[in-house]
């Protein structure tokens, strides 16, 4: 049942928040829990978030800066129709005549301005013509801080996207598909919003709260003393309340994340959930997923709605008091009604900006925690960074002499080792195969010569030169890669066939087909080359997918090949194809063949036997047949007649 296990799921989760506040309060600082999988880890201070918002936001800031300044005008202009209420009353309806110091700011010969029925005229006019400037200047400042918004959303995604694609493959594998592109989609999305919460809303806010301040102050002060005092409110609220929000839109954002990861995660493995009958149980561990986040932002919802409920509380009272105080000075002949009137207009005029300040500041939490987990993800190093003065290889000088010298290797956070010092040396155009039981780390060895990961201990070398000392962008593009696994990209066959050479001429991609088998097959589809292959290739065989995988890597053209298993999963009959493309797209590079049928490697020119993460011998066939035990068993075993089934074992014959 997805309720009551969430709710146990909840719970668990209030005992960790529990914990983190007692941490908050011993250490001072808030400390946040990142996801599910990662350590403790403090969250970003406001101050420092604003300096990095500010700088993401890069040559955008001339942009907003003007938007603050047409936000001033505009805001300005808004205290201004208010006032006119006060000179109808006064002025007006009170006969009075304007006070020396509003009407010098007129020429004398506006007589008009004399007349009740004149100012009368002139303050509707007046207000008119303000309310269309007020528009005009405020539309514009807002369109800027719009444009604003979606440079910051397009600078984050992209800075974003950019570090996740150099993040270390272990890494990835960790925050999962899903829950990272939600990251990117919604917290960086999010990222732009600040320049509303953050930056925009505030402003105006402040702008408003100066100027009405400044009226109430040329208007009487001791009113104004008794308004003031409502200020630290808003600081005391902004430090106990928000300090606690933000961690827990963190967590609803890992959350989050988990469940995006998980809903991806089926979706991709569809045919194994339905194929294991597990459908009923991703849907409720979707639906746990779902409530848990559900309660979670409940909880957020009430810490958020207590300071709402204390403005509203605070704002009737403080209105009420004041209109008292006022009442009695209008009554003492101290203030005219006009003043009292004004008073009280920029007086919620004053608590509007203060009551937005507070509530918008518990809201932006959530974009803030966002950006907070941006940083984290940017912070996070990359993987491989290059040494500095790395080179970069270039294509027409590289031989493809490949020497793997004494290399050991564990996975991080594994204590085991998978490679345990090996060596051995691929020259130029050489074909070296490597053979040994599934987990010796054949595939391992490959990935570091492919450069997905460092040796731990050793080195590997190109021409002589240390990986390590290449440019990790420059060396990729030495590589072609062909895997058991083939990864085909939704798009039209001949997109990806050219995957790593977008500017390949039709007839360059109808060559690499040729040569890969694959232009038979491609030619009966329906629409050749332009047919829609659907994500990931589901729509084509086995042996379809490999032979475009072969045809995409015979047209990057690599010096140094790798081919893991490339024929395993295919019937003998396109194996038989596959070998002679194979063949082809093997000539004159440098080429490291991982193959399970021992019979495709006998040609090779060095046979590497694996056996535990060490080099047990190397030769060629004839001499590992002579000498190693090892190989000749493992030949043997693919020879023999297969294993004969104890007749009990199979009941129904
Ligand atoms: N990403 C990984 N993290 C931790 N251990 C791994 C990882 N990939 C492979 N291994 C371990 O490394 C060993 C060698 O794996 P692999 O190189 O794939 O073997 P092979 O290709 O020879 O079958 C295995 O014991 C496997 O469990
Ligand atoms: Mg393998």
Redesign the pocket.
Known sequence: MPHTSSRRRYDAYRAQMRERLARMRRDGAVVSRQGTERSLRRSRSFGALLREFLRLLGPSRRSLALALGTLTVSTLLGLVPPAATKFAIDNVFGGAPLAPSVRGLFPESWTTLDTPRGLLVALAVGMIALTAVRLVIGLWGRWLATRTVKRVQNAVRRLAFAHAADLP??RL?SLKSGGLVSMLREDAGGVGDLVFSMVYNPWRAIIQLLGSLAVLAYTDWRLLLGSVLLLPMVWFTHRTWIARIRPLHRDIKATRDAIDGHATETFSGIRVVRGFARTAAERNRYAEGSHLMARQEINVWWWSRGIEVVWEIMIPVASALLLWYGGMQVLEGTLTTGDLILFLTYLVMLLGPLEALATSATNFQASLAGLDRVLDLVAEPAELPDRAGALMPVRSEIRGRVEVRDVRFS????E?E?LRGVSLVAEPGQMVALV????????????LIARFSDPTDGAILLDGTDLRDLRLAGYRQLLGIVEQDVFLFDGTVAENIAYARRDASDEQIREAARIAFADRFIEEMPAGYATIIGERGVRLSGGQRQRIAIARAVLADPRILIL?EATSNLDSESERFIQAALATLMRSRTSFV?AHRLSTIQHADRIVV?RD?LVDDQGTHAELMERSGHYRHMVALQTAPPIQLASGAVTNS
Do not use: E
């Open positions: 493959l272990h594998q996975y991080p956070g594994a085991r998978v040994g039981a599934s987990g010796s780390g054949k595939t391992t060895l490959c990935n893991d991982i694996i993460g």
